[in-house]
T-cell receptor
Framework: EPEVTQTPSHQVTQMGQEVILRCVPI?????FYWYRQILGQKVEFLVS????????KSEIFDDQFSVERPDGSNFTLKIRSTKLEDSAMYFC???????????FGQGTRLTVV | KQEVTQIPAALSVPEGENLVLNCSFTDSAIYNLQWFRQDPGKGLTSLLLIQSSQREQTSGRLNASLDKSSGRSTLYIAASQPGDSATYLCAVHNAGNMLTFGGGTRLMVKP
């Protein structure tokens, strides 16, 4: 069964460092998303991406964040200068059309120290 | 701004019980509603998707209903098993091509 794949599963980084979280969405899907979940809190929307551009972003997704689809399969989230409060589980998701089921990856646990 | 609330926050039941998890949302202008399961430290597994035009969806022992006008959805789990122990999340898809999540119901099914 097709699935969304995320790497790494866990990343530890020093405050101020750049991190890149990687995702391989389901191959025929067109809509891609990043969400995050701070420990003990709700899952929060960060950004949606369609047709090689950002279609929506939340207040959380400030200038420190960027997304890219560098080739036909990968979808990345970059955090330029990590802060302690960026520590969270980051989920990638994809769907084939705007109104169908969203499929999530297993997440990357980012720990900023 | 859409707000999604799930009640109860936690639930503990003996094996075999039928149970109902509740989800409410403030803006009824939704495209669809999706229920997920999350095991500790893991990703989100999609359980059911209900389109705004539908009243319910069934998958195995799971049945989800939607009352869009009153801003409510329920997830019914029949004959619960210890393997059903997890956090159940409801998420609403509304304008803006994003999901808004509730805080989840943490379910424990005791053998």
């Amino acid at each position: 069964e097709p699935e969304v794949t995320q790497t790494p599963s866990h990343q530890v980084t020093q405050m101020g460092q750049e991190v890149i979280l990687r995702c391989v969405p389901i191959s025929n899907h067109l809509y891609f998303y990043w969400y995050r979940q701070i420990l003990g809190q709700k899952v929060e929307f960060l950004v949606s991406f369609y047709n090689n551009e950002i279609s929506e972003k939340s207040e959380i997704f400030d200038d420190q964040f960027s997304v890219e689809r560098p080739d036909g399969s990968n979808f990345t989230l970059k955090i330029r200068s990590t802060k302690l409060e960026d520590s969270a589980m980051y989920f990638c998701a994809s769907r084939d059309t705007v109104n169908t089921e969203a499929f999530f990856g297993q997440g990357t646990r980012l720990t900023v120290v | 701004k859409q707000e999604v609330t799930q009640i109860p926050a936690a639930l503990s039941v003996p094996e075999g019980e039928n149970l109902v998890l509740n989800c409410s949302f403030t803006d009824s202008a939704i495209y669809n509603l999706q229920w997920f399961r999350q095991d500790p430290g893991k990703g989100l597994t999609s359980l059911l998707l209900i389109q705004s035009s539908q009243r319910e969806q069934t998958s195995g022992r799971l049945n989800a209903s939607l009352d869009k006008s009153s801003g409510r959805s329920t997830l019914y789990i029949a004959a619960s098993q210890p393997g059903d122990s997890a956090t159940y999340l409801c998420a609403v898809h509304n304008a803006g091509n994003m999901l808004t999540f509730g805080g989840g119901t943490r379910l424990m099914v005791k053998p």
